[in-house]
């Protein structure tokens, strides 16, 4: 009995080798790229309009790569963040945020970043003050969207506030520095939303009167040579509400500083907004610098002429700022009004 030749192990009779799953995806890939420029050729050919279509589409995705490109790099080679132990420290800092002045050094740390500086208090879980230089450029720029994306801060040494301590409060995360006022630079939008800038605000408050000033605010601005902006918190005397484990501190009122002092009419003015939800003009809140320095406790524009410095935060004109704004914005804003 002949014997036939010894068969590859795993392979029949009369069969063939099987073809890789890598070999027969290369293939499929092939023919698949072939069909598609056969049908873009035709095309091409057919329908003039085509080319340019394609034309348009390839410079846009270009500059897509490119855009993408620079906010990578943004991403990965953030502006960086500046620890302030003392006045000689603020040499360390390119920012502007503190050039008028530190309202106050009695706080367990003072950071200064892209687009604010703030005074953290570790009592609290939130800052005794934020503050920075707010120009009509930084205003009108759109080039960041609200990133929502909030967070704890790691620059604060023993661990800012977090998001589960205002879990289930029914208070709102309510900014110092506003998100919209940073809407000029993605890192400064981004870090915009550290729970160190947080503060527990009633819902009807933050979405109510503390927005309505800060739109007031940025429309001051866009009508300035820049002007300076502090706002924090204030706790009167007794007992504070806290919410969350880290025990954050419920505010009894807030405040908010403004300083013109690049225009030819320099001025300054405080506003104390009671924190509860509020229906009077916000004019009824203005008060003078004086006046939130002595509630505060707070030192504000320490590095001004001395007399100037007087001279700015004793008086209170709300009219002088209203004036800032032009005409037609402001009958604008009256019709608006009226229809409602």
Same mark, same amino acid.
């Given at each position: 009995?002949?014997?036939?030749?010894?068969?590859?192990?795993?392979?029949k009779?009369?069969?063939?080798?099987?073809?890789?799953a890598?070999?027969?995806?290369?293939?499929?890939?092939?023919?698949?790229?072939?069909a598609?420029?056969?049908?873009?050729?035709?095309?091409?050919?057919?329908?003039?309009a085509?080319?340019n279509?394609?034309?348009t589409?390839?410079?846009?995705?270009?500059?897509?790569?490119?855009?993408?490109?620079?906010n990578?790099?943004?991403?990965?080679s953030?502006?960086p963040?500046?620890?302030?132990k003392?006045?000689?420290?603020?040499?360390?800092?390119a920012?502007?945020?503190?050039?008028?002045?530190v309202?106050g =050094?009695?706080?367990?740390?003072?950071?200064?970043?892209?687009?604010?500086?703030?005074?953290?208090s570790?009592?609290?879980?939130q800052?005794?003050?934020?503050?920075?230089?707010l120009?009509?450029?930084?205003?009108?720029?759109?080039?960041? %969207?609200?990133?929502?994306? =909030?967070?704890?801060?790691?620059?604060?040494?023993?661990g800012?506030?977090?998001?589960?301590?205002?879990?289930?409060?029914?208070?709102?995360?309510?900014?110092?520095?506003?998100?919209?006022?940073?809407s000029?630079?993605?890192?400064?939008?981004?870090?915009s939303?550290?729970m160190?800038?947080?503060?527990?605000q009633?819902?009807?408050?933050n979405?109510?009167?503390?927005?309505?000033?800060?739109?007031?605010?940025r429309e =001051?601005?866009?009508?300035?040579?820049?002007?300076?902006?502090?706002?924090?918190?204030?706790?009167d005397?007794g007992?504070t509400?806290?919410?969350g484990?880290? %025990?954050?501190?419920?505010?009894?009122?807030?405040?908010?500083?403004?300083?013109?002092?690049?225009?030819?009419?320099?001025k300054?003015?405080? =506003?104390?907004?009671?924190?509860?939800?509020?229906?009077?003009?916000?004019?009824?809140y203005a008060?003078?610098?004086?006046?939130?320095e002595?509630?505060?406790?707070?030192?504000?524009?320490?590095?001004?002429?001395?007399d100037?410095?007087k001279?700015?935060?004793?008086?209170c004109?709300?009219?002088?700022?209203?004036?800032?704004?032009?005409q037609?914005k402001?009958n %604008?804003?009256?019709?608006?009004?009226?229809k409602k």
């Amino acid at each position: 009995m002949t014997k036939g030749k010894p068969q590859p192990r795993g392979s029949k009779k009369g069969s063939s080798v099987p073809t890789p799953a890598w070999s027969r995806y290369l293939r499929n890939t092939i023919v698949y790229l072939l069909a598609f420029y056969g049908a873009h050729s035709i095309v091409a050919q057919i329908v003039p309009a085509y080319n340019n279509f394609v034309r348009t589409q390839l410079s846009r995705t270009v500059q897509g790569i490119s855009s993408g490109a620079e906010n990578v790099e943004k991403t990965f080679s953030p502006l960086p963040t500046v620890t302030i132990k003392s006045p000689g420290d603020l040499k360390k800092s390119a920012y502007d945020n503190l050039k008028v002045g530190v309202p106050g =050094f009695d706080c367990d740390v003072i950071i200064d970043r892209a687009g604010y500086a703030l005074g953290y208090s570790e009592k609290y879980e939130q800052p005794l003050w934020v503050t920075y230089l707010l120009t009509p450029e930084e205003v009108k720029s759109k080039k960041a %969207k609200r990133s929502g994306d =909030f967070r704890s801060d790691p620059a604060i040494p023993y661990g800012s506030a977090e998001l589960a301590d205002y879990k289930g409060s029914h208070y709102d995360r309510g900014h110092l520095a506003p998100a919209a006022d940073m809407s000029f630079s993605l890192q400064a939008m981004s870090e915009s939303f550290y729970m160190s800038n947080m503060s527990p605000q009633l819902p009807e408050f933050n979405r109510g009167a503390w927005k309505d000033l800060e739109e007031k605010v940025r429309e =001051f601005a866009a009508n300035s040579n820049g002007i300076y902006v502090v706002s924090g918190p204030i706790f009167d005397s007794g007992k504070t509400i806290t919410i969350g484990a880290n %025990k954050v501190g419920v505010p009894d009122k807030y405040y908010k500083v403004l300083l013109d002092v690049n225009s030819l009419s320099p001025k300054a003015i405080g =506003f104390i907004l009671p924190h509860r939800e509020l229906t009077r003009p916000l004019q009824d809140y203005a008060v003078t610098v004086d006046a939130v320095e002595q509630i505060t406790q707070l030192n504000f524009f320490d590095q001004l002429d001395p007399d100037d410095e007087k001279k700015l935060e004793r008086h209170c004109d709300y009219q002088a700022w209203e004036r800032m704004i032009p005409q037609k914005k402001l009958n %604008k804003r009256k019709s608006k009004r009226s229809k409602k």
